[in-house]
């Protein structure tokens, strides 16, 4: 009995041990990735307010000659920081336990700011989750930590960027740890992630960096409200494959093209530049005036989901440094904006559930995004948000905007992953037919008939 004792006693002390290390650590996590994300903010929103100043012929030039620059600092200097950010970070967990050269902070940072100061349609918090990620690798190294706690770090970092940027701490945290994996999330680096994340948006609003702004929704659950959540959510999950296979899609075709690496940017300036003049240029850049229009129950453009989905794709295919949510924040919330007007529904409410289901379908993080509607528009209309985001991810299939992202759990039993094999796998799972319900029925009714 007394050895038994002895043994819960350990076990309970080793676990506070655990929490109290990692308290530390996240804490760090927290400050540092905090700082360096409203310092990365600050600097950003200069340089976009500086470029906004000069005459139009020279913002005109600057779009290619930007995009050029960016592809330039990222060829030369630190080629591992290529990608969209945060897909660069699951890598590294993946692939490279969690080993990000520290190189890729200042570079990522210089190029993210020239592709956006110069009217690149990409996001903000990609970037900032890769230079958390480098700065959590980089103290991981200098406390000399082993693997598996430089991978808990790293996750550390890009919910505290995801934080820090967006202003979500929950949600945030629960990114960090729901991203890595579809069908699975990482439960052990719960708390860091939470105290990291909390760290960080309360640095960077030390810092005077605003979070996402929302308003409190009040609604009556339904029937009708909730036969249209259902309704959207099939909508969103529709436009996330469309979203998806636009990046994939562009991405695909600026490989082929038989030009010389410097000559992309260039034309996929060009090709935003044509885009801007023939459609506006609400599409450029962060684009976060028109999703806070959208937000607000204000007209947005029929179909500015599907351009600025095209207008990001151009951006990250032909060089440009950012990150992916940001656009799929605008592709969310103006979808909402126009599945509303289709409908006759509530603008307001309609958008609010696209920003976030989109993020769920896109993205595979369902749990996030039912979270992040909480914090945006309160407790009432998150069951309906709620709705729409699970459908959103389920519709959407095993496809994802990032990459890199691990498939450990089909989305339903009538799924097999096939092996790994040096490639993604989520447009390749093989249907069991033997697992389909109508198919096993059928059977069993023939197999009925043969007896008799």
């Not at 990620?133 to 190294?141: H, K, Q, V």
């Not at 409190?216 to 296979?245: C, N, Q, R, T």
């Amino acid at each position: 009995m007394k050895n038994g004792d002895d043994k819960r006693f350990e076990e309970i002390f080793v676990l506070l041990y655990s929490a109290a290390k990692w308290g530390i650590l996240s804490l760090l996590a927290g400050l540092i990735v905090g700082g360096a994300a409203s310092i990365f903010l600050h600097l950003l929103e200069g340089s976009v307010t500086f470029v906004g100043g000069l005459p139009p012929f020279w913002r005109i030039l600057l779009l290619p000659l930007g995009l050029l620059a960016s592809a330039f600092l990222i060829k030369t200097f630190a080629p591992e920081a290529h990608g969209h950010g945060t897909e660069k970070v699951i890598e590294a967990v993946h692939y490279k336990q969690g080993y990000i050269p520290l190189k890729v902070v200042p570079v990522k940072l210089a190029a993210t700011i020239t592709t956006l100061a110069s009217g690149g349609s990409a996001g903000k918090e990609g970037p900032c989750a890769q230079i958390g990620g480098g700065l959590m690798s980089w103290l991981a190294g200098l406390l000399r930590l082993d693997v598996e706690d430089r991978k808990k770090l790293v996750v550390c970092g890009i919910s505290a960027g995801f934080s820090a940027v967006f202003g979500t701490p929950i949600s945030g945290a629960v990114f960090g740890v729901e991203v890595l994996y579809i069908g699975q999330m990482l439960y052990d680096v719960l708390l860091p992630s939470f105290i990291s994340g909390i760290i960080a948006r309360i640095v960077a609003t030390s810092f005077g960096i605003p979070g996402l702004a929302g308003r409190i929704i009040p609604i009556s659950l339904e029937w009708k409200v909730i036969l249209l959540s259902v309704m959207a959510g099939i909508f969103f999950g529709f436009v996330s494959i469309m979203h998806i296979e636009m990046l994939n899609y562009t991405e695909s075709r600026f490989k082929k093209l038989d030009m010389s690496w410097w000559k992309k940017p260039l034309f996929g300036g060009f090709l935003l530049l044509a885009m801007a003049l023939t459609l506006g240029t609400r599409y450029l850049g962060l684009g976060m005036d028109t999703v806070y229009e959208a937000l607000s129950g204000s007209s947005v453009p029929l179909f500015a989901f599907f351009i600025k989905s095209l207008a990001m794709a151009i951006t990250l295919s032909c060089g440009g440094s950012g990150g992916v949510l940001t656009p799929t924040f605008f592709v969310g919330a103006t979808a909402g904006a126009t599945f509303a007007r289709l409908t006759g529904s509530d603008p307001i409410l309609l958008s609010v559930m696209g920003f976030t289901a989109v993020l769920a379908g896109a993205a595979n993080t369902p749990i996030t995004a039912s979270i992040m509607a909480m914090e945006i528009m309160g407790p009432q209309a998150t069951p309906l948000a709620a709705i729409a985001c699970v459908l959103s991810f389920v519709v959407s299939g095993h496809r994802s905007i990032y990459p890199t992202q691990v498939l450990a759990r089909p989305k339903s039993k009538v799924f097999e992953i096939p092996p790994y094999s040096g490639e993604q796998a989520f447009y390749k799972v093989k249907i069991l037919s033997s697992k389909i319900f109508l198919s096993r029925y059928i059977r069993a009714l023939r197999i009925k008939q043969k007896n008799k």
